[in-house]
C-alpha cells in the first residue's frame, strides 16, 4: 500500500477509526432478520446509484418489477432493468459469501465475468472513438487494446497480468493492520479504477470490490453503499479520481510513479463519504422513528385504500420480532383467523411481507412504494 506523509496520514486514520465505530454500532443496532429486509433495499439502492454514476438511470420501481421478471417492452429499459438485475445478483453473490477472496486477480476477473454474462448482448459492446469499430466484451477477459479514459491512459494490455499481481500483493489484507486496511480500502479503488482491466465495466467492477473488500474486514455490510454517496457528488468523485492518475507532482508528492497528494486526497473523499452514508443509515434505521415513519405511511395507505387499517400490527411485528407465524397474525390484530389471512395475503401481495414459502413465516419488505415515505432522501426526488 501506498505510504503516505505523516500529518495526511493521521488524519486518515482519524477518518478510518470513526467509519470503523459507525459501522460496527450500525451493524449491531439491526436485528439479523431485518438486515435480510434491508439488504435487499440496499442492493437494490446500490445497483442504482451505481450505474446512475455511469449515466443509466433506471427507476427503483423498474428495477422492483425486474426482479420479478415483469420486464418492460421497450428495448432500451428492458436492457437497463437486465442490467440492474445482474447487479443485484452479482452483490447477492459477494453479500452471501459466494465470491472469492476481494483482493485477488481471481475476484476481479470473477466479478466482471459473473456481472457481464448476465447482461443482453447489446449492452456487450463498446465503439472505438476513432475508428468507429464495434469491439465486443467478452466477460472476464482484459483488454487487448490500448484505451483512453479522459486525459488518463491506462497501462497497455501486456502489462495488466503483472499490474494486477502488485496490486493484490500491495492490498494484501493479512499483511496490514487493522487501520490500514480501511485505508486500504480507498486507496484500492482509486488503483483498481486506474488499471482499467476490461473494455467496459470497469467503474461497477470497482465499486463492487469495495463493497467486498469492506465487508472482509468487517466494515461493510447490506445496510449501507457507499455508490449512494458517489453518486450524490458525482463531480467530486471523478474529479479526486482523476487527480489521484496525475503524475507525482516534484519530490515532495511521495515516491511513487503518480501523485501521493492526490491519491490523499482522494482517500479523504471516499472515507468521508463512506461515513456520511453510514449516519445517513443508522438515523433512518433507529427504531422508534422507522416504525413511526412506517405507522404514518401505513395510515395514509389505509386512508386511500390500498392497505387495510390493520395492517401496522402485523408490519410492526415483523421490524419487532424478524418474522412470525401465519397463524399469529389474528392475534396481533385482535381479530379471527378468518378475518385475518386476507389481511395478510394483501401485505404479501403489495409486497410488504415476504415468505420463503407459501405456508412458512413471514418477514418485512420494502416495496418501493414505501420508499418516501419510510425512507426518505434514499433515492432523488423525480
Known amino acids: 500500500m501506498p505510504s503516505l506523509a505523516c500529518p495526511v496520514r493521521r488524519e486518515l486514520e482519524d477518518l478510518s477509526v470513526d467509519l470503523t465505530d459507525k459501522a460496527a454500532r450500525l451493524a449491531g443496532a439491526v436485528r439479523p432478520a431485518i438486515q435480510i429486509a434491508i439488504g435487499d433495499l440496499v442492493r437494490s439502492m446500490n445497483c442504482y446509484y451505481s450505474n446512475l454514476i455511469e449515466g443509466h438511470d433506471t427507476h427503483p420501481a423498474d428495477i422492483e418489477r425486474a426482479l420479478k421478471r415483469d420486464y418492460s417492452n421497450e428495448p432500451k429499459k428492458r436492457d437497463l432493468q437486465n442490467e440492474a438485475v445482474a447487479h443485484i445478483a452479482v452483490q447477492n453473490m459477494i453479500d452471501t459469501g ?60 501486456s502489462a495488466l497480468p503483472r499490474m494486477l499481481e502488485r496490486f493484490a500483493n500491495a492490498y494484501n489484507l493479512e499483511r496490514l493492520g487493522r487501520v490500514d486496511r480501511v485505508i486500504a480500502v480507498a486507496a484500492s479503488h482509486h488503483r483498481l479504477a486506474w488499471i482499467h482491466p ?137 381479530a379471527s383467523p378468518a378475518k385475518a389471512r386476507p389481511i395478510l395475503k394483501t401485505l404479501l401481495m403489495a409486497g410488504y411481507l415476504t415468505s420463503e414459502t407459501p405456508k ?18 434514499l433515492y432523488p426526488a423525480r
Open 198 to 334: 476490461f473494455l467496459d465495466g470497469n467503474g461497477r467492477v470497482t465499486r463492487l470490490f469495495s463493497h467486498a473488500m469492506m465487508k472482509e474486514i468487517g466494515i461493510g455490510s447490506a445496510l449501507w453503499s457507499i455508490s449512494r454517496g458517489f453518486a450524490r457528488n458525482v463531480e467530486r468523485y471523478k474529479e479526486t479520481l482523476m487527480r489521484a492518475d496525475l503524475p507525482r507532482q516534484g519530490d515532495r508528492d511521495g515516491r511513487g510513479a503518480l501523485s501521493e497528494a492526490g491519491l490523499a486526497e482522494f482517500c479523504r473523499f471516499f472515507l468521508e463519504t463512506a461515513i456520511d452514508q453510514v449516519e445517513y443509515m443508522s438515523d433512518m434505521l433507529d427504531t422508534a422513528r422507522l416504525l413511526d415513519r412506517l405507522e404514518r405511511h401505513v395510515a395514509i395507505a389505509a386512508v386511500e385504500k390500498r392497505l387495510p387499517k390493520e395492517s401496522y400490527p402485523l408490519l410492526r411485528e415483523a421490524f419487532l420480532v424478524g418474522s412470525f407465524a401465519r397463524g399469529k397474525a389474528g392475534m396481533l390484530i385482535g
Open 360 to 377: 412458512s413465516p413471514v418477514r418485512l419488505a420494502f416495496p418501493t412504494t414505501t420508499l418516501e415515505d419510510v425512507f426518505p432522501r
Open 98 to 157: 459466494e465470491a472469492p477472496p476481494a483482493v485477488s486477480e481471481n475476484f476481479i476477473q470473477w466479478t466482471h465475468k459473473e456481472f457481464c454474462s448476465r447482461l443482453p448482448d447489446t449492452l456487450l459492446h463498446v465503439t472505438d472513438p476513432a475508428t468507429k469499430e464495434m469491439i465486443n466484451v467478452i466477460p472476464g477477459h482484459y483488454r487487448e487494446r490500448d484505451v483512453e479514459v479522459g486525459r488518463h491512459l491506462p497501462p497497455e494490455p
